[in-house]
T-cell receptor, first 116, second 114 residues
């Protein structure tokens, strides 16, 4: 079975500090893509960052960056200079190349609180 | 640019009632899907479609039907609502089923079954 694990149900960070959210996944596929989505209280699902598994270089989007360890099947999200607006549920997900099956798998989420 | 539009945003049903959750996208996306979100379980795929006229089951399809008569619309039908179907439902779409395509999500429908 293909699964995504987020071992931290809840985390908190002080405003302006850095926090890392962990994610591990299990797949037998060699080609896939990894994503982090943010879900604020508004319930919208917002794409934060994505990473191609074939790329060794870690993706970066402004204050958000990932630490992708393919051999360890680990895909953590680092948020630098945390802001109050970063408070949300964060979901890790991966998507394998087309197989006409369930090709987008989500983790259970980590709720991040940002303390002023 | 509306993106993915879901209606209604909230709905309360009685056990045994039927209803249809609407989903429409205006991005000409091939791939559309329905998820349910339950506490501590992330998003689970109910049904998906890779194009008009083509649908298939996801992880938790029981109790739900879908159809895709047009590229734009992908309604989800609850045939006989059960309390276990109380959840938040998300419709999502992407340009294709290719792995590098992120999904665009609607704002969700909160459904309560009494």
């Amino acid at each position: 079975a293909q699964t995504v694990t987020q071992s931290q149900p809840e985390m908190s960070v002080q405003e302006a500090e850095t926090v890392t959210l962990s994610c591990t996944y299990d797949t037998s596929e060699s080609d896939y893509y990894l994503f982090w989505y943010k879900q604020p209280p508004s319930r919208q699902m917002i794409l934060v960052i994505r990473q191609e598994a074939y790329k060794q270089q870690n993706a970066t989007e402004n204050r958000f960056s990932v630490n992708f360890q393919k051999a360890a099947k680990s895909f953590s999200l680092k948020i630098s200079d945390s802001q109050l607006g970063d408070a949300a549920m964060y979901f890790c997900a991966y998507r394998i190349l087309p197989n006409y099956g369930q090709n987008f798998v989500f983790g259970p989420g980590t709720r991040l609180s940002v303390l002023p | 640019n509306a993106g993915v539009t879901q209606t209604p945003k909230f709905q309360v049903l009685k056990t045994g009632q039927s209803m249809t959750l609407q989903c429409a996208q205006d991005m000409n996306h091939e791939y559309m899907s329905w998820y349910r979100q339950d506490p501590g379980m992330g998003l689970r795929l109910i049904h998906y479609s890779v194009g008009a006229g083509i649908t298939d089951q996801g992880e938790v399809p029981n109790g739900y039907n879908v159809s895709r008569s047009t590229t734009e619309d992908f309604p989800l039908r609850l045939l006989s609502a059960a309390p276990s179907q109380t959840s938040v439902y998300f419709c999502a779409s992407s340009y294709s089923i290719a792995g590098d395509q992120p999904q665009h999500f609607g704002d969700g429908t909160r459904l309560s079954i009494l």
